[in-house]
């Protein structure tokens, strides 16, 4: 296991910036996007195998920062990997199995919402696995991702987004209360919450052991969610050497008129939804 790597440290106490106008947010968030598109092209035309991983609290704004991240790109060079809870077959596998059939291709960004890291929170909180098991996945960890991810050649992010005490209270809240935000709430929210700690010993243990110089946690302050999605991608933008690809300039060709008819009267007797806005 190496040593951990270089960090920037935040006080515990730092105030939070203003809050970013919206304006400002798209305007910085389309030049990003377009960075992004322009590391699509090269993951595509080099073969390179890219893995992002996103930990964090339940509400840490995951979901967003992926979203925000996929937006614009291919779903099918950037995919997204969020497994449900194993089956009864995937819980006599090896550990690590299931997560390892998604691992990208050449030309492939996988991006992980929750990962194996699973075992060194949800699982060893709930008690969903033993101590032995959670012990042994936080020895083993380092081991994996190098031997089977980093020397073979793959690109690998990991970030854990830090939100705090009142604005994770603030966002459950919010599900709770706003119908198109309850299907977030999971069975498992809830008992984090009144888990803080426990989760926040979970988090420390995991860091501990797993924070090294070839795989090293990324820590995101996820509490300004904008903020937060801005930083993550423009972080990941710095730390892939992607180069920009020249692009031919394409051309749109001119429409063949020999087999020209009246298309679209061919649909006016089609079964049309009605025009209800």
């Excluded at 089956?87 to 050449?106: G, L």
Aim: with cysteine.
């Amino acid at each position: 296991m190496g040593k951990k790597s270089e960090h920037i440290e935040r006080p515990l106490a730092e105030a939070q910036p203003e809050k970013l106008k919206r304006k400002d947010y798209e305007k910085k968030l389309r030049e990003l996007q377009a960075e992004l598109c322009a590391l699509q092209d090269w993951v595509v035309n080099t073969g390179q195998r890219v893995i992002i991983v996103f930990e964090g609290r339940d509400a840490a704004g995951k979901g967003g920062t992926i979203r925000a991240i996929t937006e614009k790109v291919s779903p099918r060079v950037f995919r997204l990997v969020a497994l449900p809870a194993p089956s009864d077959r995937e819980k006599t596998q090896i550990y690590s199995q299931r997560y390892v059939t998604h691992f990208p291709a050449a030309g492939e960004v996988v991006i992980f919402d929750r990962s194996w890291y699973n075992r060194a929170g949800v699982e060893h909180v709930m008690g969903f696995c033993t101590e032995e098991q959670h012990e042994k996945f936080l020895q083993m960890a380092p081991f994996f991702e190098k031997n089977i991810i980093v020397d073979n050649g793959i690109i690998f992010l990991k970030y854990w987004l830090e939100v705090g005490d009142e604005e994770q209270e603030r966002r459950f809240r919010a599900r709770i209360e706003d119908p198109v935000r309850q299907w977030k709430l999971s069975n498992m929210d809830l008992p984090s919450r009144q888990r803080w700690y426990d989760y926040s010993r979970a988090r420390d243990q995991m860091l501990d052991a797993t924070d090294t110089d070839f795989a090293p946690w990324n820590i995101v302050d996820s509490n300004d969610k904008k903020r937060a999605r801005l930083n993550v991608i423009a972080h990941l933008l710095e730390h892939i050497p992607y180069e920009k690809q020249k692009r031919e300039k394409v051309k749109l060709p001119e429409r063949e008129m020999k087999h020209k008819y009246d298309d679209e009267a061919t649909m006016t007797h089609r079964r049309w939804i009605a025009r209800r806005f």
